[in-house]
């Protein structure tokens, strides 16, 4: 990574960490993704029914044919299908649905947050012209609608007369900073740094395509309304926006803890609260971060910390939540996850607490959503993991561990007393 590679990706970070979005109303994002493609001739972007962006070369790579280890013979199981790669554009906010009197507003809020947030929360209306109005939460409603639940906010009674019907309403936070720790704060990490993170390794991957080098066909999935329920993944499955036998990296933003701590590096994320994910995918991002970062995620029984000098990265479940590569493994495609270790997952600060019952309002005030944030340095060991997987995408064929198993079996089994046949011997 060159030091200009570094300042194009924290700034595509803390630029598209800035802009807000919600489930349905991605427009902000779709407009940066849309003149970022527009300034590199090579990249397209197509939209499929529902509104999910994907971005592809006009002209795809050709990679030459690849020798299968296990037969001998020239060919690939993914052979002329494309590595997606995808993250979702949305994040937890409110979204105007009706003007109810001058200075009160009707807002559904799509995504999930702890109702103790809520109560005289201070926020911004976002127009439809740029403009940032304050207002406040003020009350429940007894109705919601299938995008969430609704409130009442009250405002400037002047001000509301800028208010339109679907404006985009966050919780009232500073703008996206990198402090001198490393740390990103951001009004929205989830999913934004990962889609950050596509563009610069997209970006990148582009740069190495013009100076002559060989490259994968990767594409980027830009996708809606995650946060109420995957829809538009969901969509993505069902209409074949994603070609049917293709290999699917989903990235996301997934709550740290104890054991998955922010700075830890980037996880190779194994499943979620749903499901396991792909093994063999799985197993090949692992392996391509171990030697990308110079050893194993964590020492093995043999080894000492000192005697393991790399760069760090996390192999994890990552159980508390659930993601998109759960979506299109249920479809049949081969999927898993790279994610980014979270704080104050969807801006609910001291969540351990409030989930516990333990938060002592008396102590910290009343519960206020807050940036959100993560280590600069595991979104940037996500976008080297990246280019390295979108230069050459992984091949089912390709595990080291199927082969070290041949090996293994080849070299010791004479103390099961076998005597060998040839289809155990080690695969080329």
């Not at 590679?5 to 902000?28: F, H, M």
């Not at 809520?118 to 109005?133: C, M, Q, S, Y």
């Not at 807050?370 to 089912?396: K, M, N, R």
Request: aromatic share 6%; proline share 7%.
């Amino acid at each position: 990574m060159t030091n200009a590679q570094r300042a194009e990706r924290l700034r595509l970070l803390t630029d598209v960490t800035n802009i807000p979005t919600a489930s349905g109303r991605e427009q902000g994002m779709v407009n940066f993704i849309e003149n970022w493609v527009s300034d590199r001739q090579e990249l397209v972007l197509t939209r499929d029914q529902v509104g999910n962006l994907v971005v592809s070369f006009s002209v795809p790579p050709t990679a030459p044919p690849q020798r299968s280890r296990r037969s001998g013979d020239v060919s690939s199981v993914h052979a002329g299908l494309p590595l997606y790669v995808t993250a979702h554009m949305d994040h937890p906010a409110f979204v105007v649905e009706r003007i109810v009197a001058p200075g009160v507003v009707e807002l559904s809020f799509r995504g999930g947050v702890m109702e103790p947030f809520f109560k005289d929360a201070p926020i911004i209306i976002h127009t439809r012209v740029g403009e940032r109005l304050k207002a406040t939460v003020k009350e429940k409603l007894p109705s919601g609608s299938g995008a969430g639940d609704h409130y009442l906010a009250e405002m400037d009674p002047r001000a509301s007369a800028e208010v339109s019907y679907l404006d985009i309403g966050t919780w009232d936070l500073p703008a996206s900073h990198i402090d001198q720790q490393g740390l990103l704060h951001a009004p929205g990490c989830d999913d934004q740094s990962a889609v950050a993170a596509a563009l610069a390794m997209m970006g990148e991957i582009v740069q190495r395509r013009r100076e002559g080098q060989s490259v994968g066909d990767v594409r980027l999935l830009f996708t809606r309304a995650e946060e109420i329920g995957f829809l538009g993944a969901i969509a993505a499955c069902r209409l074949g926006t994603i070609q049917r036998g293709a290999r699917v990296i989903a990235l996301e933003n997934s709550r740290s803890f104890e054991d998955s701590p922010i700075g830890g590096g980037p996880i190779v994320r194994v499943g979620d609260r749903i499901s396991v994910f792909t093994p063999w995918l799985t197993a090949a991002c692992g392996e391509r971060a171990e030697a990308l970062f110079g050893g194993p995620a964590q020492p093995r029984a043999t080894e000492t910390n000192a005697g393991v000098i790399r760069r760090p990265w996390q192999r994890k479940l990552m159980a508390g939540g659930a993601c998109e590569a759960s979506v299109f493994c249920h479809y049949g495609y081969e999927a898993t996850c790279l994610c980014l270790p979270l704080g104050n997952y969807h801006n609910m600060p001291h969540l351990a607490a409030m989930q516990a019952g333990t938060y002592d309002a008396s102590v910290l005030g009343p519960p206020r959503c807050a940036p959100e944030f993560i280590h600069t340095g595991d979104y940037l060991g996500l976008v080297d993991l990246l280019v390295d997987l979108a230069s050459a995408p992984p091949e089912q064929q390709d595990s080291s561990f199927s082969r070290r198993l041949d090996k293994l079996l080849a070299e010791k089994g004479y103390v099961l007393g076998m005597s060998l046949p040839e289809t155990f011997a080690v695969r080329s």
